[in-house]
């Protein structure tokens, strides 16, 4: 059964970078088939696509996130990262990280998710 | 990318039916069969509930149903139960390959 888990910092200033890790078991990123996801909610508001890759290095991002997003992955290490820059307070979040089905493009895996906060 | 649309909140007691829309467009809802549902509970993650807009994962309960007309896609679960009480989110494809969710419904079970 495969199991996702984000790792990084709980605190971030505005301005810098956000970073976040993703740690797969369970299943190979390598294998194909499949999507690695981000994906955020602010507290006490809906959930928001931030983007994907997939294997082959391929990546979609959200449109309104798209100039500061940029997500990666590692194979050697089973995990994909996201990066996050110029952050601000609205970048406030539980930051989920999912396996997303190739074909039918649906999360069916899904991380504990990380709470992310941006404050000085 | 504008989110679909959602009803904010939805209730029924033990054993009925309800049902949640989730609105969108032609270049979303309507122009594919990607549409899903996940339920989340307080403090959880989200759970796969529906995909291709109306098959179930194993494991998912037969209480959990949906369908698709035009742009609008639907859930309907019956035989509500006070564990169902969650929140529940709508997700499509779009025709500039990104995904999309709706933003959300909440569900009380009365």
């Known amino acids: 059964q495969v199991q996702l888990q984000e790792s990084g910092p709980g605190l971030v200033k505005p301005s810098r970078t956000l970073s976040l890790t993703c740690t797969v078991s369970g299943a190979s990123i390598s294998s194909g088939g499949y999507y690695w996801s981000w994906i955020r909610q602010p507290a006490g508001k809906g959930l928001e696509w931030i983007g994907r890759?997939?294997?082959?290095?391929?990546?979609n991002y959200n449109p309104s996130l798209k100039s500061r997003v940029t997500i990666s992955v590692d194979t050697s290490k089973n995990q994909f990262s996201l990066k996050l820059s110029s952050v601000t307070a609205a970048d406030t979040a539980v930051y989920f990280c999912?396996?997303?089905?190739?074909?039918?493009?649906?999360?069916?895996?899904w991380g504990q998710g990380t709470l992310v906060t941006v404050s000085s | 990318q504008s989110a679909l649309t959602q009803p904010a909140s939805v209730s029924g007691s033990p054993g009925q039916s309800i049902t949640i829309s989730c609105t969108g467009t032609s270049s979303d809802i309507g122009g594919y069969n990607f549409v899903s549902w996940y339920q989340q509970h307080p403090g959880k993650a989200p759970k796969l509930l529906i995909y291709e807009v109306l098959n179930r994962p194993s494991g998912v309960s037969n209480r959990f149903s949906a369908s698709k007309s035009g742009n609008t896609a639907s859930l309907t679960i019956s035989g509500l139960q006070a564990e169902d009480e969650a929140d529940y989110y709508c997700s499509s494809y779009t025709s500039t390959t990104t995904l999309v969710f709706g933003g959300g419904t909440h569900l009380t079970v009365l």
């Open positions: 890759i997939y294997i082959t290095g391929s990546t």
């Open positions: 999912a396996r997303e089905d190739g074909q039918w493009l649906y999360f069916d895996s």
